[in-house]
């Protein structure tokens, strides 16, 4: 269980508590330099468990729920300051549970769910981490806000709908034809 891609995601779930520190004490800078790194840990433990096969179901589980413990807790920390429409923040999180609480019902329901992130949803992961480190920038006086944020916050809207209904049709469907061949074997 315990190999070089494992290890990088245990060090990224190790970096949300120091995030969410240096976020509080609006300290944008440091926090997005720890952004950027968490996201670039990702992409490398993702990068080797795929080059050297070291894929393993923990790595399966808590890679995406590292990502997800990251994102959620730099959205909502941003919208308690006022940095982020709390709407935004509300459909990134009912986004989340539903896509999370899709699969459990899948899984205690119908079966093993082997969760591939659609296109549309690395296209809105993408576009969420964009639009943190965004405002992270803007928090840290290295960029201006203006009109392309909120073309950036309303694109990224547009993505976490999407994706989500389309993670709600696409798993629904396997759901029904799951069902109706179980029905067709009895």
Do not use: C
């Amino acid at each position: 269980m315990l190999n070089v891609p494992n290890t990088i995601t245990l060090l990224r779930v190790a970096l949300i508590l120091p995030l969410a520190v240096l976020l509080r004490r609006g300290e944008f800078g440091i926090a997005l330099a720890l952004f950027v790194v968490s996201a670039l840990s990702d992409l490398a433990d993702g990068l080797i468990a795929r080059r050297w096969n070291l894929r393993t179901r923990f790595g399966a589980i808590a890679d995406p729920v590292a990502d997800k413990l990251t994102m959620l807790t730099v959205t909502l920390l941003l919208a308690f300051d006022g940095r982020l429409p709390w709407w935004l923040a509300a459909a990134v999180v009912t986004r989340d549970v539903v896509i999370v609480g899709g699969a459990l019902a899948y899984h205690y329901l119908i079966g093993t769910v082997e969760m591939a992130p659609s296109t549309v949803s690395k296209l809105n992961t993408a576009l969420e981490f964009l639009l943190l480190a965004s405002v992270l920038a803007i928090g840290a006086g290295f960029v201006a806000g203006g009109t392309w944020l909120t073309a950036l916050t309303l694109t990224t809207f547009v993505t976490i709908l999407w994706s989500g209904s389309h993670y709600v049709l696409v798993w629904g469907r396997r759901a029904s034809r799951a069902r109706r061949s179980r029905s067709a074997q009895s």
